[in-house]
């Protein structure tokens, strides 16, 4: 399995799954949520309308799936991270945000899945500890490498893609 760290917007980026960083809400929201809905058309937010109402919203930590809209990804894996108020289990809901997202990319035959630094925004988790948790949750997911043939770290800020540069050395 390849890592690839880029710096950059997720929504330009060609793979199976992008991730986005949503609410609970699934209804867009600013930052990266607002720059894929955006980007990706009406058809995105129409199939999460339709999953909220089958389901209800979509808790910290959990995962769902839509087509990719006009996106050149094929699907986008809507998951919720932790805002951060420094409390320890928000550690573990951000882990479970790329490892629930990571399920249901495998669930769909998805072979090359971006991620967008979740949480790190208007969430305001560290970036550091935020990084850490990242790649140990993905690295560490069981038979990543067999299930998988690419993820693609996307980081949109400077300070985020040093951090991921640092870490993946
Ligand atoms: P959260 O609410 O989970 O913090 P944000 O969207 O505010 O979500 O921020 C998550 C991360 O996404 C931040 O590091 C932010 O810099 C980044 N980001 C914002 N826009 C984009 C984009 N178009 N592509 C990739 N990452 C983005």
Same mark, same amino acid.
């Given at each position: 399995?390849?890592?690839?760290?880029?710096?950059?917007?997720?929504? =330009?980026?060609?793979?199976?799954?992008?991730?986005?960083?949503?609410?609970?809400?699934?209804? !867009?929201?600013? !930052? %990266?949520?607002?720059?894929?809905?955006?980007?990706? !058309?009406?058809?995105?937010?129409?199939?999460?309308?339709?999953? %909220?109402?089958?389901?209800? =919203?979509?808790?910290?930590?959990?995962?769902?799936?839509?087509?990719?809209?006009?996106? *050149?990804?094929?699907?986008?894996?809507?998951?919720? !991270?932790?805002?951060? /108020?420094?409390?320890? =289990?928000?550690?573990?809901?951000?882990?479970?945000?790329?490892? /629930?997202?990571?399920?249901?990319?495998?669930?769909?035959?998805?072979?090359?899945?971006?991620? *967008?630094?979740?949480?790190?925004?208007?969430?305001?988790? *560290?970036?550091?500890?935020?990084?850490?948790?990242?790649?140990?949750?993905?690295?560490?997911? *069981?038979?990543?490498?067999? =299930?998988?043939?690419? %993820?693609?770290?996307?980081?949109?800020?400077?300070? /985020?893609? /040093?951090?991921?540069?640092?870490?993946?050395?």
């Amino acid at each position: 399995m390849t890592v690839q760290l880029i710096r950059g917007d997720i929504t =330009k980026v060609e793979a199976d799954a992008i991730v986005n960083a949503a609410n609970s809400s699934l209804l !867009g929201g600013g !930052g %990266v949520d607002g720059a894929i809905h955006r980007a990706g !058309g009406p058809n995105i937010l129409e199939e999460c309308r339709a999953i %909220v109402a089958r389901q209800g =919203k979509c808790k910290t930590g959990e995962a769902v799936i839509t087509s990719g809209g006009n996106l *050149p990804a094929k699907y986008v894996i809507h998951t919720v !991270g932790p805002v951060w /108020n420094g409390n320890p =289990k928000e550690d573990e809901l951000l882990a479970n945000a790329y490892i /629930n997202s990571l399920k249901l990319a495998i669930e769909h035959g998805i072979k090359t899945i971006a991620f *967008p630094n979740i949480s790190t925004g208007i969430y305001r988790f *560290p970036k550091e500890r935020a990084a850490e948790i990242a790649l140990d949750a993905v690295l560490d997911f *069981p038979m990543i490498g067999e =299930k998988l043939d690419k %993820v693609v770290f996307v980081c949109f800020d400077e300070e /985020n893609f /040093n951090i991921y540069n640092e870490m993946l050395k």
